[in-house]
């Protein structure tokens, strides 16, 4: 069953299409992924599912979140979801489980209910020991995993987060992939938007990739990758690559790609891309497997990390 569908939906601002003609479903109990660079439109998509943003009026299309118009039902969506915006918007003249507090009156909560679930929330996201501690002292990490507790509070069916990695360091990035998870994995639906293709391919079920307010594809990651791009690549700058491979002949199942300053050459057969290392001639290169940013190049020509 789907708890968001999304049909046909467009969003313009100053006639710049940021989200268009888009369409999809997010599975209950799945984690779905809208991965794209800056300015793909990921954070206007996520704002019109969570009510904070309104459609073009004269789009056709149709969004529902566990059946409920965002455009007409924005609070009986916020009762069943939680949402962890791009910018941690905590109040600094709050401590930490001040914070939350406040967000559990909101919600209507009863004072022992919410010390309880607040206690249990910063425990799940390792936080306990700052649960007296300013936001300022706060690192970027704890931030995140304190805006994460807060969407939390409301036991909430849904979890929308808006970049929850950005900007963090790989040892907490990696910590709240473990924690989105389990969430997961205990039956809340996530969506998620991303500019990492790693954090695409390790959290989420599905990902619909995205450029300038379109999609470009969606699917399974595994499956994205299968279908779409070959299992290894070289990559050398292309300076390099134009003075000591420039005209020569590559190996049958050698594909060669010029972008941002790199070449790259894709193969399935391994042995192929030892023949262009050999090509080099000394010169250093990378040789790696294939990702998503990789789908992404090669359906669009830029890389996911640039900004438009
Ligand atoms: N309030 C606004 N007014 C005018 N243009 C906007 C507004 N919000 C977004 N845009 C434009 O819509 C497009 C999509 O922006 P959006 O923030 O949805 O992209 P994004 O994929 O979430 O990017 P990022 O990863 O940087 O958050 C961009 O061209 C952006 O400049």
Redesign the pocket.
């Known amino acids: 069953m789907a708890v968001i569908s999304v049909s046909h939906i467009s969003k313009t601002?100053?006639r710049?299409c940021?989200v268009c003609d888009l369409s999809f479903a997010v599975e209950a109990g799945s984690c779905f992924g809208l991965l794209?660079?800056?300015?793909?439109?990921?954070?206007?998509?996520m704002k019109m599912i969570y009510g904070k943003a309104a459609r073009d009026k004269k789009c056709s299309g149709a969004i529902e979140v566990f059946g409920f118009d965002p455009a007409r039902d924005e609070l009986a969506i916020k009762y069943l979801s939680g949402v962890v915006p791009?910018e941690n918007n905590l109040d600094e003249e709050l401590n930490v489980v001040q914070n939350l507090l406040v967000y559990a009156k909101f919600y209507g909560l009863a004072r022992r209910v919410a010390r309880e679930r607040i206690e249990s929330l910063l425990a799940f996201l390792e936080l306990s020991e700052k649960a007296g501690s300013k936001i300022r002292e706060l690192s970027g990490g704890m931030k995140r995993r304190l805006v994460i507790a807060r969407a939390l509070l409301n036991e909430p069916r849904l979890l929308i987060l808006d970049?929850p990695t950005t900007g963090l360091d790989p040892q907490v990035r990696h910590l709240i992939w473990e924690k989105l998870r389990r969430l997961r994995n205990g039956g809340t639906t996530i969506l998620l938007?991303t500019?990492y293709m790693e954090e695409a391919f390790q959290i989420c079920d599905r990902v619909l990739i995205m450029d300038k307010?379109r999609k470009v594809m969606e699917d399974q990651p595994q499956r994205l990758m299968e279908q779409n791009i070959e299992r290894y690549v070289l990559e050398v700058s292309q300076e390099q690559a134009a003075a000591v491979i420039g005209g020569r002949e590559l190996p049958a199942a050698v594909r060669a790609d010029d972008a941002q300053g790199i070449s790259r050459f894709y193969s399935d057969d391994l042995d192929g891309l030892k023949v262009v290392a050999a090509m080099l001639d000394g010169h250093p290169y990378y040789l790696r497997q294939a990702n998503l940013e990789d789908v992404f190049l090669k359906a669009t020509g830029r890389a996911l990390n640039e900004k438009?």
């Open positions: 601002f100053d710049v940021a794209g660079p800056n300015g793909a439109g990921k954070t206007t998509m791009q970049e938007t500019h307010g438009q």
